[in-house]
């Protein structure tokens, strides 16, 4: 075998980026989320949904952030909205990514018609003004938490599977791939054998950053009281003290809306910086600008 033919077998090679201080602050800040929503119910001594105490009762040791109008505990819906929120991280990134490698990568493999329609079906996702649809289907759907879910992981499929796309009619010339099918590898064999594998960093990258998106949109979500209203969750707890205008005008405010908030940035800024920190290894663009 000649040399070409060797280096054309070869799956693209990563870019060696120095482990940076972004990537290690957006795991540790990912980590935290994650340690919180393993243990954190654990420690908390109220059911979320249960009345637990007076109205509006201040930090102590029976509650720790107090509660809210209702009396139940609010440390309690803050660790059990860690674990609801990280459930819909994973899903929808999930979705975004094997959607994306169906509609980029394989009518890309195929060529001709398939990847025409292909294309023109991205381009038209990409079109539709995602945020208002989500809005629109979330208050269709009603309380269906899945549904709601669904549509984040599809909004997810367009702009990932344009990067997948244009990354596959790449690796297709390559010549290890010209070999399979010179052999008579049929389509769904070189899409799981050799571009998945030589795509796994670009599929990596887009499900971390997709995941981070997600969180910021079921939140946004409940916030604006789209969702299962018996549920717990950090936007639902921000929807829960809107409707009470009067803690703003002292300082309940503090326990019970500035911890969920807080937590909202802090996850999505830890799949950013996540997302951020792993672009240099992952994504093939800087290994050719490098």
């Known amino acids: 075998m000649s040399t070409t033919a060797v280096d054309e077998a070869r799956p693209l090679p990563r870019a060696r980026a ?3 201080a972004i990537t290690t602050t957006g795991a540790l800040l990912v980590g935290v989320v994650l340690v919180v929503a393993t243990f954190g119910p654990l420690l908390a001594a109220h059911d979320p949904r249960d009345v637990s105490g007076p109205v509006l009762d201040r930090p102590s040791g029976a509650h720790w952030l107090g509660t809210d109008v209702p009396g139940r505990d609010l440390f309690a ?13 994973p899903i929808a990134g999930a979705i975004a990514m094997v959607g994306a490698v169906l509609v980029g990568v394989l009518p890309a493999l195929l060529g001709r018609w398939p990847d025409a329609v292909s294309a023109r079906v991205v381009v038209f ?5 995602g945020l208002p649809l989500l809005v629109v289907i979330g208050s269709l759907t009603g309380e269906s938490r ?3 879910i669904a549509v984040i992981g599809f ?3 367009a702009p990932n599977a344009r990067i997948l796309r244009s990354q596959t009619l790449t690796l297709r010339e390559r010549g290890f791939i010209a070999a399979a099918r010179g052999f008579g590898a049929g389509p769904t064999y070189v899409l799981r054998r050799h571009l998945v594998p030589g795509l796994g960093p670009l599929i990596v990258l887009g499900f971390v950053n997709w995941a981070g998106v997600s969180i910021g949109l079921e939140a946004g979500l409940s916030f604006l009281g789209l969702g299962d209203p018996t549920g717990v969750s950090w936007g639902l707890t921000l929807n829960r003290a809107l409707t009470e205008q009067s803690i703003y005008f002292s300082d309940m405010w503090t326990w019970w809306v500035l911890p969920p908030g807080l937590a909202i940035a802090v996850t999505v800024l830890g799949f950013t910086f996540l997302g951020v920190g792993l672009e240099p290894r992952f994504n093939p663009r800087w290994l050719r600008a490098a």
């Open 18 to 20: 120095p482990r940076s």
């Open 155 to 157: 909004l997810g499929i």
């Open 125 to 129: 996702i990409l079109a539709l003004p």
């Open 146 to 148: 899945w549904a709601v």
């Open 77 to 89: 819906q803050l660790v059990h909205g860690a674990r609801s929120s990280l459930s819909v991280a």
